[in-house]
């Protein structure tokens, strides 16, 4: 029998059947859906993102650059 403070459902959880949440589960979507979406925008974009690691390892000279700049405004 319960005692005068305890219910006898108060020992009970009841959300506790085993399954997740449904914060537990709208996080895990959360979650794969923003992975998908940085792998999506990588795929997308890798041709810039190569041309930009090239760049990176291959700095061009401001000298060099602003010669071809002048070239072009004789043209």
Known sequence: MASDLESESSGKQPFSNGRPSGWLKVGAVAA???????????????GTLNRLRQEESH???????????DLSDDI
């Not at 700095?59 to 700049?69: G, H």
């Open 59 to 69: 700095p061009v000279d401001a000298e060099s650059s602003a010669a071809v700049d």
């Open 32 to 46: 794969a859906s923003a992975l998908a979406g940085g792998l999506a925008a990588a795929w997308y974009y890798r």
